[in-house]
């Protein structure tokens, strides 16, 4: 199917009721034989490796948990080096580097306000970023990519877009316009907004210090703690619900990036060393 008719068709499709409908479906308990059919299906067309996470099929009573599923202790290999700014997901970077002009590339043709993604912070306008796709195969609970201290977070309520490279390329502001869960991390290089995305078939997005979760009707929330809270080197975050897209912004020249679009890479792993201010 063509990437154009699928966009057409969603943007007269009411994408957040068909979402919150499949988000639903993900949280029913249907007959065993039904589930591990399913969920056999899913590992094999998406390639889903089951020797790294936790139990197994018939572990997870819904797909939304099996799609949540945690990782094996010993799954992943952390980063530990001081100067490590490392992966908060296992992903593939779509597109990392610098800008001076409060703007990030969607694609060749497209881009974005910084300060729209952020739901208003207008902090940003020279930054390093980096974008992380999520496939559905992938591990989808969202790290910390610094030790350091959670200050708040910010909910942006937004549409439901696909995210797929055909979208990127035609629909005009789609990361800034989708639901958007912003986590701030304090660190030794100062703050990094980690900024969750959700897109079509669910768009859920829930974080593990609150109970706000996305896509379910709410107002836009902005919350700062009195008291920040502590946070290690790739401490759980939140968690998709499915999809999408993870987003890092680091203060302009804070970091020297090691990894290149196109390369996937996986939670705890290096994206580039960190430079003190």
């Known amino acids: 199917m063509k990437d154009g008719f699928i966009i057409s068709l969603l943007s007269v499709l009411p994408r957040k009721l068909v979402s919150r409908t499949m988000g639903r479906a993900t949280r029913i308990a249907f007959p065993p034989a039904m589930h591990r ?51 908060p997901v296992d992903a593939k970077v779509y597109v990392v580097g610098r800008t001076e ?17 952020l739901g208003g912070d207008t902090r940003y306008s020279a930054c390093e970023y980096i974008v992380l796709y999520l496939a559905p195969k992938d591990y989808h609970r969202v790290h ?17 877009w696909p995210v797929f490279p055909g979208a990127t390329r035609r629909i005009r502001d789609l990361f800034a316009r989708n639901e958007r869960m912003v986590v701030r991390v304090q660190t030794d290089i100062g703050e990094i907004p980690v900024v969750m995305v959700g897109a079509f078939g669910v768009g859920r997005m829930s974080v593990v210090f609150a109970d706000t979760v996305t896509n379910t009707g709410g107002a836009a929330e902005e919350h700062t703690f009195a008291e920040p809270l502590p946070i290690v080197r790739c401490g759980e975050l939140g968690r998709f619900g499915m999809g999408s897209t993870v987003i890092l ?18 939670l705890g792993q290096r994206l580039g060393s960190v430079r003190a201010p």
């Open 37 to 87: 059919a399913f969920l056999r299906w899913y590992v094999r067309h998406y390639g889903v490796n089951l020797h790294e996470c936790v139990g197994g099929i018939d572990d997870y009573r819904t797909v939304g948990e099996f799609f949540t599923r945690p990782l094996l202790p010993e799954a992943r290999v952390i980063d530990e080096a001081a100067d490590a700014l490392v992966s």
């Open 101 to 117: 002009e409060g703007r990030l590339p969607q694609s060749p043709e497209l881009d974005y306000a910084v300060q729209t993604l």
């Open 144 to 160: 910390s990519p610094r030790e350091g201290a959670v200050l708040g977070y910010r909910y942006r309520p937004g549409g439901l």
């Open 249 to 266: 912004l680091l203060p302009a020249g804070s970091v020297t990036w090691t990894v290149q679009p196109g390369q996937d890479v996986k």
